[in-house]
């Protein structure tokens, strides 16, 4: 699907219906009692709108909600987020969904329901040091995304770019005070956060798949370092539900992602409540990222 028809249905539903909220769970198109939808709920104008959401989200994504005659057909229900590449010119992306940047970038494609083709480049099989794919991105390094003649890495700058690019202005919104927060958590991210959430990945969960004993040494060592992190942003959560203000933006997913298996990493959050509350309550809940859990892939058992 070619990701501005994702927008252009998100606009026509929210002509339909205004007062509806522009977010990642809002239905597509809910067609009441009392339409002139439901009126005729086999008629033309249903199937046309079937047909249309059928090429845009595939057709297993199309029907009536199960019991009712209330169709919703909404992002949320959208888990594939656009798994094939079925419209021309499609963005491609190469990743590794087990991985901390690449499930940064999938649950935020998710989260503004934008469409991309899916390049998966095995990450313990070391796919991403390959020469074609070093030609993409000269790190060795996952992700990237190829739109057209364009190459892009770094993860952050990725869901900017197809932010933009897509109007998702919901998550990345245009106010200037507003972006430079985002891009301040999304950077802090990525120079502080990830590296530090990394070594609790490394030594509790990695090493043990890989049947290696973890290294408490490394552990310790990290710990005062990651307290200061995790207690920068357990401060700035007291008072707020999102990390940018009322909504979720892509800050919240870059600051999520190192976290992402956190009790397999053994993260201690016991300490910060208010950022275990934003992870596990509220992150968690979100349908991008529960649509781009990875613990099943991982073969994890509850931790
Ligand atoms: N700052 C980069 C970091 C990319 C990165 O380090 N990706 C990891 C996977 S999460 C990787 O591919 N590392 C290469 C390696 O381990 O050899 C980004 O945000 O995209």
Do not use: H, I, K, W
């Given at each position: 699907m070619h990701p501005t028809t994702v927008q252009a249905l998100r606009r026509y539903r929210r002509r339909r219906d205004?007062?509806?909220?522009?977010?990642?769970?809002?239905?597509?198109?809910i067609i009441t009692r009392g339409s002139r939808w439901a009126?005729?709920?086999?008629g033309r104008q249903v199937h046309r709108v079937f047909a249309a959401l059928r090429k845009a989200f595939?057709?297993?994504?199309?029907?009536?909600?199960?019991?009712?005659m209330v169709p919703c057909i909404g992002l949320a229900e959208?888990?594939?987020?656009?798994?094939?590449?079925?419209?021309?010119g499609a963005m491609k992306l190469y990743y590794d969904p087990i991985t901390v940047n690449c499930r940064k970038v999938a649950a935020g494609f998710n989260l503004m329901g934008v469409n991309f083709e899916r390049s998966h480049v095995d990450y313990f099989a070391g796919g991403h040091k390959a020469p074609e794919f070093l030609l993409i991105n000269p790190n060795a390094a996952l992700p990237a995304l190829v739109d057209g003649d364009f190459k892009l890495w770094e993860s952050n700058a990725i869901l900017q770019y197809v932010a933009d690019k897509n109007e998702a202005f919901t998550y990345y919104p245009r106010e200037p005070k507003v972006r430079a927060d985002i891009h301040r958590w999304q950077l802090w991210e990525s120079a502080h956060w990830f590296p530090s959430c990394y070594v609790y990945l490394v030594e509790n969960l990695v090493k043990p798949m890989l049947k290696a004993e973890p290294d408490h040494a490394v552990i310790d060592k990290e710990a005062p370092n990651w307290h200061k992190l995790a207690n920068i942003l357990d401060q700035r959560l007291a008072n707020q539900r999102w990390l940018c203000g009322d909504n979720v933006t892509l800050a919240d997913i870059a600051v999520a992602a190192p976290m992402h298996l956190h009790s397999y990493q053994k993260l201690?959050?016991?300490?910060h409540r208010n950022l275990r509350r934003w992870m596990t309550e509220d992150i968690e809940e979100l349908p991008c990222w529960k649509a781009t859990d990875v613990t099943t892939v991982l073969g994890l058992k509850p931790a």
């Open positions: 205004p007062s509806v909220a522009d977010t990642d769970d809002m239905p597509l198109f009126q005729d709920p086999n595939g057709a297993r994504r199309t029907g009536y909600a199960a019991g009712s959208y888990s594939g987020c656009g798994s094939t590449n079925n419209g021309e201690p959050l016991d300490t």
